[in-house]
């Protein structure tokens, strides 16, 4: 049967709705973003800058404090992912403070000089963290920085002869311990001044540490422009370092360099970075060692901190590349801030070149990622590492290699950054070795997925180590500490400096062996806004519990013993969430509810019969259950308060009112019952 027609007016309506449609899907198709693929050439014979390593902080602040107290299998596991060649991050690099018995950030490290011209060269943690890192890697280069200094350092003032000599003096104590420190610092993040700089130089030179550079200034891009204009301070400097070129607590996606900089001819570096936490901050420090160069031509990352190994209640308790907060029980976690410097380090060394025909940014916009390319000397390796942390798709790479650089069988290795639950708990995600490469037409292709950091390479040796610690656990009570094992100049076990000094020493008062003495005499030049002498040991889960210790004034003031101490106040030692009693050599006592965000308030006070004096032993105690609080010296109650709205857990701690020398010993933390239990 025969169709009837369609009228033409409705034909032709279809037939340009159809075209319409067609038209329609034919423009969406062409206006879908294109694949980006990025044609490289990795030539030999390309100039670039020498490369001079990745690395990372232990200091700025007590963040390495607790690694010293780790057992020997856990600590030698840690130090493996930090610094084993083809192991971890394998770190090139090792910054440490040289302790000025002052608050760094998170804690105080100790000075080898408390009082002029009294040199405890074993003094602190940072002599066998460096010993450690070069036995698992001789090539590492060490570097010191002072955050602060003794106070009797040229009367106060940083920028002195007093502190020339004292650096020299501690560059004396790593070549007794058997260390060369390759650069030195001035004053962190505290400007320059560059006569003292060219006075330090000097000093060098006579003392014969003239292969020590210089690293000036910690701090800005400022001291650029200064060693532009002054011969003799541009004399003086080796190295410029600036902190925080790619923004501080930022993404890192773009670094500011600086044409004064530039203009010297110095090799530049981020002679401080990240302050990131140990697993978030993976993407940052990724962008930021390959964007520092691109960006701000910097030759070396070097990470704040190190290593997360700190008590819990301070400001920055998860930054680093691991955390390592549990000596008593080993725990410890990799972060892949870990693996996302492997990707560098574990393929390249200091002093090989950067090719700068190999580096840039992905389809020439940075949203897509970086890559930049190294080259061994003589040409006998090299190395691309990319990045596609922004990238919203898959793209290809497109490889040449030229100028005389080996070809072959490329080897690729990634870390997927996505953020999936693999790559935050660092397994199965990190330093993964793919499928090699080989070339086809003279060209190797590689498809970038986001969200990873690859690297190509010509080398061989690497690999992510699979130790693992044991468990977390708390650190249970009653726990006690006499601090008769403590060796002299040495620190008790988790004990943990917030300012001021508190070493082993011989006793007084005619007691016997050895005491935990406080030892700074004059209050140190300081980076942290002041505050007076304590530690802090314990468990910030401790709820109800009675702690006591033996004390010993050696000079008239007073002496303290904290309790239910918890969170500390960002660049503010003094304010910290807790209780303190505090007595005096006159016999006057108080009982303090200490804050991390208000004023002290003092819930109760008064005067003993008799005077304490100095040079005699008196034990403080102080008991919590609930919200009732007593306080007892010399095994007699002085005080009862109850403080409703107080704090209900917390570590214990030792301090001095002043910076004064005072001793301590028989420390003891004991459960109670919860107040109103049968």
């Not at 793209?395 to 080996?406: F, R």
């Amino acid at each position: 049967m025969q169709r009837p027609a369609v009228p033409w007016p409705a034909t032709a309506a279809a037939v340009i709705a159809v075209a319409t449609l067609l038209l329609g899907v034919s423009m969406a198709y062409d206006a879908s973003p294109r694949p980006v693929v990025t044609r490289v050439t990795v030539d030999g014979d390309s100039p670039g800058r020498t490369f001079d390593g990745i690395g990372a902080i232990s200091g700025g602040g007590g963040n390495s404090r607790l690694l010293a107290d780790y057992p020997a299998a856990q600590r030698a596991q840690i130090m493996d992912y930090l610094f084993k060649p083809g192991y971890g991050a394998a770190l090139q690099i090792l910054k440490v403070e040289i302790g000025g018995d002052t608050n760094s950030t998170d804690g105080a490290e100790p000075s080898i000089e408390h009082t002029r011209g009294t040199v405890d060269c074993d003094a602190g943690y940072e002599w066998p963290l460096m010993e450690q890192a070069k036995a698992l890697n001789p090539a590492v280069k060490l570097y010191g920085l002072a955050w602060g200094a003794p106070g009797w350092i040229g009367h106060g003032s940083f920028w002195s002869t007093d502190t020339v000599d004292y650096l020299v003096t501690w560059l004396g104590c790593a070549r007794q311990h058997g260390l060369t420190i390759d650069y030195l610092g001035g004053w962190n993040e505290r400007g320059y001044n560059a006569a003292w700089y060219e006075q330090l130089h000097a000093a060098l030179l006579a003392h014969g540490y003239g292969s020590t550079q210089i690293v000036g200034a910690d701090s800005t891009w400022q001291v650029a422009g200064a060693l532009r204009g002054d011969p003799a301070f541009a004399a003086a400097v080796g190295v410029i370092g600036v902190h925080y070129p790619c923004t501080y607590l930022s993404a890192m996606t773009r670094c500011t360099g600086n044409a004064d900089a530039d203009a010297t001819g110095k090799q530049l570096w981020a002679s401080e970075n990240g302050s990131e936490d140990f697993q978030a901050g993976a993407a940052p420090i990724a962008r930021a060692i390959n964007r520092g160069y691109l960006d701000a031509r910097l030759s070396a990352f070097v990470n704040w901190p190190l290593v997360a190994s700190l008590y819990q209640n301070l400001p920055y308790r998860t930054d680093g590349l691991l955390t390592a907060d549990q000596p008593w029980s080993g725990a410890y976690t990799v972060g892949a801030s870990t693996w996302a410097i492997a990707q560098t380090t574990q393929f390249t060394q200091p002093g090989w070149r950067y090719v700068d025909s190999g580096s840039g940014y992905l389809g020439g916009d940075r949203d897509n990622g970086s890559y930049v390319s190294y080259r061994a000397p003589g040409k006998a390796a090299w190395s691309t590492v990319l990045e596609t942390l922004d990238a919203k798709a898959a793209q290809t790479l497109e490889l040449s290699v030229s100028g005389g650089l080996p070809g072959g069988a490329l080897h690729v290795w990634s870390t997927d950054l996505t953020g999936t639950r693999a790559a935050r708990a660092g397994h199965g995600a990190h330093l993964v070795r793919q499928a090699d490469l080989k070339p086809t037409g003279g060209r190797y292709r590689l498809t970038l997925l986001p969200g990873r950091v690859y690297t190509v390479t010509t080398t061989t040796g690497q690999g992510a180590g699979t130790a693992a610690g044991p468990a977390p656990a708390p650190l249970a009570l009653p726990y006690a500490d006499s601090f008769g094992g403590v060796p002299v100049g040495g620190e008790a076990r988790y004990l943990a400096d917030m300012n001021g000094a508190f070493e082993g020493a011989p006793c007084a008062g005619g007691r016997p062996g050895t005491c935990v003495r406080q030892m700074d005499t004059d209050p140190p030049i300081t980076w942290d806004r002041p505050s007076t002498p304590y530690a802090l040991l314990g468990g910030l889960d401790w709820s109800d519990y009675t702690v006591s210790a033996e004390t010993l004034l050696q000079q008239p003031g007073s002496v303290q013993l904290l309790g239910r101490v918890g969170q500390q106040k960002r660049f503010d030692p003094a304010q910290i969430d807790g209780y303190r009693l505090e007595l005096t050599d006159r016999g006057a006592w108080t009982l303090v509810r200490t804050s991390s965000t208000g004023a002290p308030v003092t819930l109760d006070q008064g005067t003993l019969d008799s005077a304490a004096g100095t040079g005699s032993w008196h034990r403080l105690a102080l008991s919590f259950s609930g919200d009732r609080i007593t306080a007892s010296i010399d095994g007699e109650q002085v005080g009862a308060v109850t403080d409703a709205d107080g704090y209900r857990t917390g570590q214990v701690g030792l301090g001095t009112g002043s910076y004064l020398p005072a001793e301590f010993a028989d420390l003891s933390v004991t459960p109670n019952q919860p107040r109103g239990s049968n």
